[in-house]
């Protein structure tokens, strides 16, 4: 059983940075295809990056490009996300994901973590 532990979040301005980072055990990291989604109160999660098991196949949803950055570490077992630029809009529970079949729907991610709180301030 893979467990996934996302932090990092926090308190942020408009216009600043996070990082986020998520240390997986309980499995073969490099197995999995890894990703990261978001749920603001209300909505429905929805598809952030996700990133192959070598590091490649990037794939980010409109909303991030130009801005965030992903990135793993099969040694350390642990995948990072890092937001600039950040808007209010971007105000949401991030959750970390693995899974074995590439996807961009929450439904093809096996794994999930806790989730951690990102507030951007206008």
């Known amino acids: 059983q893979v467990q996934l532990v996302e932090s990092g979040g926090g308190l942020v301005q408009a216009g600043g940075s996070l990082r986020l980072s998520c240390a997986a055990s309980g499995g073969t990291f490099s197995s999995y295809v890894m990703g990261w989604f978001r749920q603001a109160p209300g909505k429905e999660r929805e598809f952030v990056v996700t990133i192959g098991r070598t590091g490649g196949n990037i794939h980010l949803a409109d909303s991030a490009k130009g801005r965030f950055t992903i990135s793993r570490d099969n040694a350390k077992n642990t995948v990072s996300l890092q937001m600039n630029s950040l808007k209010p809009e971007d105000t949401a529970v991030y959750y970390c994901?693995?899974?074995?079949?590439?996807?961009?729907?929450?439904?093809?991610?096996?794994?999930w973590g806790q989730g951690t709180q990102v507030t951007v301030s206008s």
């Open positions: 994901a693995g899974g074995l079949r590439y996807g961009m729907s929450p439904r093809e991610y096996d794994y």
